[in-house]
């Protein structure tokens, strides 16, 4: 519009100089003053070119919040930020968190009228995963009093465009919201056609161009995806055209017509000849050798014998089960003949077609004014105007990123962003994804997994055995270090033999020590006691196993030099009981007394001690050994009484 009024100004402009110098300017001055002015009013309308930019948003200042205003409603608990992935050099608008609803929108400067034709484009960045959530914007229909703040999900929008994903649902939106005079209300109409959005983490860019009288054209990432006619009647649904005359939705084909061309014909009959018989049974087979007809196939069970608890008079009579006849060795019971190939065989007969003499033609339901016509010959002038633009999303996936927001009546502007700033940024973004490609594949060289063969694989299949499957969370780090080393397999081999050897090793010195040390033992205890090795090794094996180790038994005594009177013997036995002489402990603890029985007195047995010599300096190392001594003597009344005396 600015630009039709300058071009209208200057030739009026030139008009008026050029019937100013040929009518009413009669001075030489005035001409060139009117000349002058037509020639400025030129170089304003070169120098002054109209762009088409109606709307253009960045986010890359601090007073984007001044222009885009969250949501009050309760609904949007998500708020936009600003900022830029690794790969972007200027900020964008981001969705920070995951599972929210989000809803921002900006006023447009002047009321957007989209008869003329629109270009809609803006880039979107899914930074780290797109699996559930939109990105599409809404060109909200310009409503006076409306403010941002008051933003809700059933705010009336002229145009939707956008990607959009969940699971494996996903397509590029385009929806116009259609004023129908004939119905007088307004009706979304959206595209049938499915474009698919890109599904990965880098920047694409949408761009949506609408031209008259109706035509438009959705490109992604600059290449065109779908382009058509709105007013073609299978590109939206519902259509932007309603024909005149439809097909009558209630009308029914006659009973009576008949719209078959051609009939089997009734009169035609099967000749008597006619063998539909494929196969046949073979009269030239002989019946098999061994084959014993008067045989049954089964025949009861002659090994088997009724329960023990079997009761005829409630059960009924035991019978047998049934096996195969044992003489039904080729076959037993009736013998069927093979089926062969029939050569006679004509397939099946079917009644020739003929023309079916009631033959109509076919029936085709008639026309009717369609109630729902209108013709709207310039659809884009019933989207109704824009007055803002906003973002209003659900997503359950965190850190979209939208940037260079264009809205223009021409595409020079969009195709520059799409041609330049957007071309360097995916040049950016991939030269970075190979870089990083780069890096992971020299990590994954470097720990790459050898395929495993010879001793690792046999030790990986073994510890994988479902028999060790309950020590598998034990085992399992020591699978992983073999498929990444694979020399650790020979480790775990040889490691149980080497730990057999060690303990196998660290008992034999442990016995050969032991034996050492038992003989060492043995040697000296043998010498302390003044006995022979070979009598130190019972006694020792006694000691150490905890048992009393029976006293050697010493040589005989000689005899006293002269006789001993019952007194003395007596009285010794007295001193023993009490405490004993140390005569008789010495002679207790070095297992070396000698026991003499002999009759004195008549009626009272006697016991004498004899001592062994024992060196003087192993008097004091003699263990304290307790000897029962025990006599009969006879109580009054003639009972006898046991009486025992311990010297110590």
Not at 203 to 211: A, D, E, P
Request: aromatic share 8%; hydrophobic share 35%.
């Amino acid at each position: 519009a600015a630009t039709v009024e300058r071009m209208d100004t200057f030739w009026a402009t030139a008009i008026s100089a050029e019937l100013c110098g040929w009518t009413f300017c009669s001075s030489r001055a005035m001409r060139a003053t009117a000349l002058a002015f037509a020639l400025v009013a030129l170089v304003s309308l070169v120098s002054s070119k109209d762009d088409g930019v109606l709307f253009l948003e960045k986010w890359d200042d601090d007073a984007w919040n001044l222009r885009w205003r969250h949501s009050d409603n309760s609904k949007y608990t998500g708020r936009f930020r600003v900022g830029k992935p690794n790969d972007w050099k200027n900020n964008g608008l981001r969705i920070p968190d995951p599972n929210k609803h989000y809803g921002i929108s900006a006023l447009v400067p002047e009321p957007i009228d989209p008869s003329d034709g629109l270009v809609i484009q803006y880039e979107v960045r899914h930074s780290k995963t797109y699996t559930c959530g939109g990105s599409y914007i809404k060109l909200l229909t310009h409503e006076e009093g409306f403010t941002p703040e008051g933003l809700h999900d059933q705010t009336p929008y002229s145009i939707m465009f956008g990607p959009d994903k969940c699971g494996e649902e996903m397509r590029v939106h385009v929806i116009f919201r259609h004023w129908n005079p004939n119905k007088q209300k307004i009706e979304e109409r959206q595209l049938v056609a499915k474009p698919l959005p890109v599904a990965d983490n880098h920047t694409h860019v949408y761009t949506l161009r609408l031209t008259q009288p109706s035509t438009f054209e959705v490109l992604v990432d600059n290449k065109a995806v779908i382009k058509g006619d709105l007013l073609t009647e299978s590109a939206f649904s519902p259509s932007f055209y309603q024909p005149q005359m439809i097909v009558d939705p209630e009308a029914k084909k006659p009973e009576d017509w008949v719209d078959a061309k051609r009939i089997p014909d009734p009169r035609a009959v099967k000749p008597a000849n006619w063998d539909e018989r494929e196969f046949i049974p073979d009269t030239d087979a002989p019946l098999p050798e061994g084959w014993l007809e008067g045989e049954p196939i089964t025949v009861p069970d002659p090994s088997a014998q009724p329960p023990a608890d079997w009761d005829e008079a409630k059960e009924g009579p035991w019978q047998a089960p049934l096996i195969k006849n044992p003489k039904c060795t080729v076959g037993c019971g009736k013998w069927t003949r093979p089926l062969k190939r029939n050569p006679k065989y004509q397939g099946k007969w079917e009644q020739p077609w003929i023309d079916n003499p009631r033959y109509v033609g076919p029936w085709m339901p008639p026309y009717i004014e369609n109630p729902d016509f209108f013709e709207d010959r310039a659809p884009l002038m019933n989207i109704g105007r824009i007055g803002a633009v906003a973002v209003e999303v659900w997503t359950t996936d965190p850190d979209y990123y939208f940037d260079n927001l264009v809205i223009a009546r021409f595409d020079d502007v969009p195709k520059k962003l799409r041609t330049s700033d957007y071309a360097g940024r995916v040049q950016r973004e991939k030269a970075a994804a190979k870089e990083r490609a780069a890096k992971l594949a020299s990590k994954e060289a470097k720990t790459k997994k050898v395929p495993l063969t010879g001793v690792p694989k046999a030790v990986v299949d073994f510890l994988n055995k479902p028999a060790l499957k309950p020590a598998r969370p034990y085992l399992r780090p020591v699978i992983k270090a073999i498929r990444k080393f694979p020399a650790v397999a020979f480790v775990v081999v040889g490691l149980p033999p080497l730990l057999a050897l060690t303990v196998g090793l660290a008992l034999t010195i442990y016995r050969a020590r032991q034996a050492s040390f038992r003989r060492a033992v043995l040697a000296a205890y043998a010498k302390k006691y003044d006995i022979k090795p070979e009598d130190a090794v019972g006694e020792r094996l006694g000691d150490l196993a905890g048992e009393r180790v029976p006293e050697p038994q010493p040589d005989p005594p000689k005899p006293p030099p002269g006789p001993q009177s019952p007194d003395s013997s007596d009285a010794e036995g007295e001193g023993a009981k009490k405490g004993g002489s140390a005569k008789a402990a010495a002679g207790a603890a070095t297992a070396a007394t000698g026991i003499k029985k002999g009759s004195a007195g008549g009626s009272s047995d006697e016991f004498e001690l004899v001592e062994k010599p024992v060196a003087k300096d192993e008097k004091k190392k003699v263990p304290v050994v307790e000897e029962e001594e025990s006599e009969e003597e006879e109580e009054a009344g003639g009972k006898p009484r046991r009486r025992t005396r311990r010297a110590a």
